[in-house]
């Protein structure tokens, strides 16, 4: 009996100095409360478009009771599709509700805007025969901004006029007349009429050879053609200044000269004008001068001679063939008025220098 007593409170101490001996209850998980829907896409095909087109949304969303998107697109089914057209770039959301929340996606289209037109940019309007110049160009987008072309790809329409380079726009001017430069960029182009002519300016000297001469009147009776025979070589230079297409300027027929205007024509030729006087003599000259080298003028002259109380008149056509420009500097020569009493008198101012 004792036995047993001492066994039973062994026993008790033994179970009192294990250290958690108690068991722990296992706990329940957390049940959840709410459910909020389920956005299981929101998309944009395609996602960047140009300024016009057309992309289409496309959604699906579970455990909703309403579903919008803004925009003024408004309220929708859980899945769907719809095209929108945006003019700028524009970000869509959707936005799905239940009765424990919402939740939202966000869905952002690019719009690129487009080239509305371009300008193509010079230094000017008339350039002159052997000038090189590198065009630009502007281009005008959709919302009214303007960026510079690059990468543009440059033309012309007519290669006697001018060449392009393709690739960086440079154009040379290499004859008269009127062409057109374009550049291709982005879908649209550009165009500018550019007129090619030649640069008259500066200070020219050369010669000029008789090729005909013709006489009636009193003219012929005085054998005008004996002193202004064919062959004959006479000096000539020119003082010119150019404005755009037109020549104002002086010409010297040896000891002779005149004021002279003249417009340039669009094949390159310059028209130029003047009155000689000389009393008892007058001589009204034209020529006609044409530079499609730089620096040198080639071309004709008429001479109309008359002298006050002479009936008919004298008529030189010559030939203009070595006009050198020897500066482009405007340097005039001064005027001589000589007194020419007698047809030899007058030969001998026109031809000798």
Not at 106 to 121: H, K, P, Q
Not at 231 to 245: E, I, K, N, R, S
Not at 254 to 283: K, R
Request: contains cysteine.
């Amino acid at each position: 009996m004792i036995k047993k007593s001492v066994l039973f409170f062994l026993c008790f101490m033994l179970f009192l100095s294990m250290p958690g001996c108690k068991k722990k209850l296992p706990t329940q998980p957390d049940i959840p409360t709410t459910r909020l829907p389920t956005i299981i896409h929101f998309t944009a095909t395609p996602e960047s478009i140009m300024k016009g087109e057309m992309s289409i949304l496309s959604w699906s969303v579970s455990h909703a009771t309403a579903v919008q998107i803004n925009h003024g697109i408004g309220t929708v089914s859980a899945i769907g599709t719809t095209e929108v057209s945006p003019e700028e770039t524009t970000t869509y959301t959707l936005t799905a509700t239940n009765s424990d929340g919402q939740k939202t996606q966000a869905c952002t289209i690019e719009v690129n805007l487009m080239v509305e037109f371009i300008t193509v940019i010079s230094s000017s309007d008339l350039l002159y025969i052997g000038i090189s110049e590198t065009f630009t160009a502007m281009a005008t987008m959709s919302d009214g901004s303007t960026k510079a072309v690059i990468g543009g790809v440059w033309s012309e329409d007519n290669p006697s006029v001018a060449m392009v380079d393709a690739i960086t726009g440079e154009v040379i001017i290499v004859g008269s007349g009127i062409v057109n430069i374009f550049v291709d960029y982005e879908g649209q182009q550009g165009t500018k009429a550019i007129r090619g002519l030649p640069n008259y300016q500066g200070t020219w000297t050369g010669s000029y050879t008789i090729i005909t001469c013709d006489a009636t009147g009193d003219f012929l009776i005085e054998d005008f053609c004996s002193y202004f025979s064919p062959g004959l070589v006479g000096p000539l230079d020119l003082v010119l200044t150019q404005t755009q297409d037109q020549i104002i300027g002086r010409f010297y027929l040896n000891l002779l000269s005149a004021d002279a205007v003249g417009p340039i024509q669009t094949d390159g030729q310059l028209l130029l004008t003047g009155l000689v006087i000389s009393a008892p003599y007058t001589i009204d000259v034209v020529m006609q001068l044409q530079s499609a080298t730089p620096g040198q003028i080639t071309g004709g002259m008429a001479q109309l001679h008359l002298a006050s109380g002479w009936s008919g008149n004298g008529q030189l056509l010559c030939e203009i063939s070595d006009l050198t420009r020897t500066s482009t500097m405007t340097m005039a020569q001064p005027t001589r008025h000589v007194m020419t009493p007698t047809l030899q008198d007058l030969m001998r101012a026109l031809i000798r220098r």
